[in-house]
């Protein structure tokens, strides 16, 4: 909890600060940056950092949580700081880093709010940023407890699969021989990789195998522009990486979870549901139905999905099949284009239609718990469509592939 001087001082200049953070983060990004340079090289993302997405991100997580803690006193936004949480763990980020972070942080402030940064505006906002530090760090610490610590693992590819013609998914299992962790259903993993330049660069992708597997399956869309750093992993991995290869992976993370077990159990078996995707974001719903399937998941499971053609749905077969084995499920694909496999007959009764995802005449039934992962628009339209339809907003749940540009919204 905010003290009472702090949040009287902070709400007096949550304006200047709010109105000024994507300065302050770009300044505090560029100096943590020429001071470290081995955090871009080989823990920060380059692609969110060329694209400026990185510092909207954080630039909106703390507007988010300084007005939170004004607004909400009593409260505090755990959904929010999970979700960091898990990001951090699956990088390995450790406590002793937000101390560098503060330095670096504060020093941009003042760089740029200037002679307003009295003391007293400074140690309201150090209150707040400690609040949100340590929040993170207690979180961190529980996680990397449950995995026995934070660092990668050397995994081999036993398997390679073309899903797609810009889509592979590579199957794996432990290098050393050592049992595979559990994991939960819409988790992801991170995945480091040296490039040619020798960064160590890493990124995160969402597992698309049901849990109980000791093969690690994730599935990976190639960014065309592979000269620029957003591109520079998913072409490496394309390119370079074929069974026999090993990787380094993180334990799983992310709280995009069905249930609280990642097995079912737990989780009531006639509670609606509502699984939404576009994209290469069908990688976390397919686990999700694999996980349903599992369990014997008995009520209503919709089944959403928008790509541009059938012949770029990754895991279609998969997607179509754990959805056959619900008796409660119906599946709803929105395509832009018929092209390439539109001829083939389903795994089962599936609605194909010409266009974008719209819900505008399906049914959701009431009590309808949803969860949404794909492009930020895709998901912001149907979060819009499923709150006009009576879903209540905290039964919206959503994962974003990169850096989450959602967070001031949350809450």
């Not at 995009?256 to 995707?277: I, Q």
Request: hydrophobic share 45%.
């Amino acid at each position: 909890m905010l003290s009472e001087q702090s949040t009287a001082t902070v709400r007096a200049t949550l304006p200047v600060v709010g109105g000024a953070i994507g300065e302050i983060t770009e300044r505090f990004y560029a100096g943590m940056f020429a001071a470290r340079p081995e955090l871009l090289r080989d823990l920060f993302n380059r692609g969110n950092q060329a694209a400026g997405t990185q510092r909207q991100a954080l630039a909106g997580s703390i507007a988010a949580f300084a007005t939170y803690l004004v607004d909400r006193p009593d409260e505090r936004p755990d959904a929010m700081l999970a979700r960091i949480a898990h990001k951090h763990a699956s990088l390995g980020v450790t406590a002793e880093q937000y101390a560098l972070v503060h330095e670096h942080l504060f020093a941009a402030i003042a760089e740029v709010i200037g002679e307003a940064v009295t003391p007293e505006v400074a140690a309201a906002w150090d209150e707040v940023y400690w609040l949100m530090a340590n929040a993170l760090i207690a979180i961190e610490r529980r996680l990397y407890d449950e995995h026995g610590g934070a660092g990668f693992r050397e995994w081999e590819v036993v398997e390679r699969v073309a899903e797609t013609a810009d889509v592979a998914t590579f199957r794996l299992r432990p290098a050393d021989g050592r049992p595979a962790p559990d994991f939960r259903a819409g988790q992801y993993v991170s995945v480091q990789v040296e490039l040619a330049d020798g960064a160590r660069q890493i990124r995160q992708y969402s597992l698309s195998a049901a849990p109980g597997s000791p093969i690690r399956q994730f599935s990976v869309k190639r960014v065309h522009d592979g000269a620029s750093p957003d591109g520079e992993v998913s072409n490496h991995l394309h390119a370079r990486v074929h069974v026999g290869d090993r990787l380094h992976l993180s334990a799983p993370y992310g709280d995009l979870v069905l249930g609280e077990t990642g097995t079912g159990a737990g989780f009531e078996t006639d509670a609606p549901l509502l699984l939404a995707s576009a994209g290469i974001g069908v990688t976390p719903m397919v686990a999700m139905l694999g996980q349903l399937a599992d369990a014997g998941h008995q009520g209503p499971v919709l089944v959403v999905h928008g790509d541009g053609s059938p012949a770029e749905h990754a895991l279609r077969a998969d997607h179509e099949g754990y959805a056959g084995k619900l008796p409660g499920a119906s599946v709803h694909f929105w395509y832009e284009r018929h092209t390439g496999r539109a001829a083939e007959a389903p795994a089962f009764d599936t609605t194909h239609r010409t266009g974008l995802v719209d819900l505008t005449d399906i049914a959701v039934p009431k009590g309808t718990r949803a969860y949404l992962c794909g492009p930020l628009p895709f998901m912001r339209a149907v979060r819009a469509q499923l709150i006009g339809k009576g879903v209540a907003p905290a039964d919206i749940h959503y994962e974003v592939f990169g850096p989450d540009l959602w967070l001031a919204q949350e809450g």
